[in-house]
């Protein structure tokens, strides 16, 4: 990301963050599935991979308007716009993607769910790490549209405020 003329430019990647960023991201994936899957299991077993299984047309639906319409503009605003604003005015990069986080977190408040406050403090954690090693929207927004899709795939959906199979 650069900033021209007092506007955002995103850019590409370079290529040296390609090959971490996919090995760090399937580490971290398969800790998401794991825990998740075991959550969706003994909470509401009935969700397992319910949508997939029951409206596999909706659920390709919401990985694209998941994916295009929510994760994309999320990840301009809390990260890419966030960074280039205000990451001068903090010096420690830990208090930094704490607070990016939180906000990420509190920005969720109107879906009513503590689970969904958990899950976006933590995603918010994972992200502004992320971006702040790559300064990547692209990277950042791939990395949180594969463990948020991932949770609609598992069955986490309508726990989540999305639509469920029933």
């Known amino acids: 990301m650069l900033k021209r003329n007092g506007l955002l430019k995103l850019t590409f990647p370079q290529k040296a963050y390609w090959k ?45 308007v998941y994916t295009f319409l929510s994760v994309w503009p999320q990840e301009i605003i809390y990260r890419t716009f966030f960074y280039n604003r205000y990451e001068v005015l903090i010096k420690n990069k830990w ?44 990277l950042v927004s791939i990395e949180h549209a594969i463990y948020g899709n991932w949770l609609f795939t598992v069955g986490m959906g309508e726990m989540l405020a999305f639509p469920g199979a029933d």
Request: a positive charge; hydrophobic letters at 60%.
């Open 95 to 138: 208090l930094f993607i704490f607070i990016n986080a939180i906000l990420f977190s509190l920005a969720h408040l109107f879906l009513r769910s503590f689970l969904v406050q958990v899950l976006t403090f933590i995603g918010g954690l994972l992200f502004a790490y992320t971006f702040q090693r790559t300064k990547s929207t692209t």
């Open 20 to 64: 971490p960023f996919w090995r760090e991201t399937v580490i971290k994936l398969i800790v998401v599935m794991v825990v998740t899957g075991l959550y969706v299991f003994f909470v509401a077993p009935d969700k397992l991979f319910s949508v997939l299984i029951k409206k596999p047309q909706l659920w390709v639906i919401i990985l694209f």
